[in-house]
């Protein structure tokens, strides 16, 4: 059973335009949440988080939201960039634990 | 920097041998986990461990086990590897949790991946 589900398997986005990444999850007693982004041929590398207790995160052209309620986050990036194309990975931290659930990736393109 | 390095990028084995993929991490974290990356599929945990000798079963653990002996090193061994072990293995690792809520320094770092494959 997939507790992080990232819908949209690849997002194709012009150079300057905002890309939106989503994110469910079904696990109410996650309490923290990560993306990571990944290059073909290398390790993910962290992106941004958010803690339960915020619903928003901001980091530069990246920023992060949380919506509780619909167990939903997103991932903002304004302007997006052509060194943006990579895999997005969204990931849970269940409470008092140090794993983390990933969701299945989103492949963006950001095209000239 | 954090440094977690994998002894191999790329590994090309026989089914039924025994694989050994190593991870080693520079930061003194007390945590280190496998992962396995697999198109549609994301990363899933395979073993994790938070102390020297302790170990514990992540999502799919079968088929596989774990070694830590010195708390840099993690090593993830296939007893007998089967075809439906291709994939890209991670390593990660992290500082440990010890209360309240994580920050971003609390976070996982990757190795760069082996890609094996299994014939």
């Known amino acids: 059973d997939q507790q992080v589900k990232q819908n949209s398997p690849s997002l194709s986005v012009q150079e300057g335009r905002i890309s939106i990444l989503n994110c469910d999850y079904t696990?109410?007693?996650?309490?923290?949440f990560l993306w990571y982004k990944k290059y073909p041929a290398e390790g993910p590398t962290f992106l941004i988080s958010?803690?339960?207790?915020?619903d928003k995160n901001e980091d530069g052209r990246f920023t992060v939201f949380l919506n509780k309620s619909a167990k939903h986050l997103s991932l903002h990036i304004v302007p997006s960039q052509p060194g943006d194309s990579a895999v997005y990975f969204c990931?849970?931290?269940?409470?008092?634990?140090?794993?983390?659930?990933f969701g299945t990736g989103t492949r963006l393109q950001v095209f000239p | 920097d954090v440094k977690v390095t994998q002894s191999s990028r790329y590994l090309v084995k026989r089914t039924g041998e025994k694989v050994f993929l190593e991870c080693v991490q520079d930061?003194?974290?007390?945590?280190m986990f496998w992962y396995r990356q697999d198109p549609g599929l994301g990363l899933r945990l395979i073993y994790f461990?938070?102390?020297?000798?302790?170990?514990e079963k992540g999502d799919i653990p079968e088929g596989y086990s774990v070694s830590r002996e010195k708390k840099e090193r993690f090593s993830l061994i296939l007893e007998s590897a089967s075809t439906n072990q291709t994939s890209m293995y991670l390593c990660a690792s992290s500082f440990r949790l010890v209360g309240g809520l994580p920050s971003s320094t609390d976070t996982q770092y990757f190795g760069p991946g082996t890609r094996l494959t299994v014939l």
């Open positions: 461990s938070y102390d020297v000798k302790m170990k």
């Open positions: 958010i803690s339960s207790i915020k």
């Open positions: 930061m003194d974290h007390e945590n």
């Open positions: 696990n109410s007693m996650f309490d923290y």
């Open positions: 990931a849970a931290s269940p409470y008092n634990t140090d794993k983390l659930i």
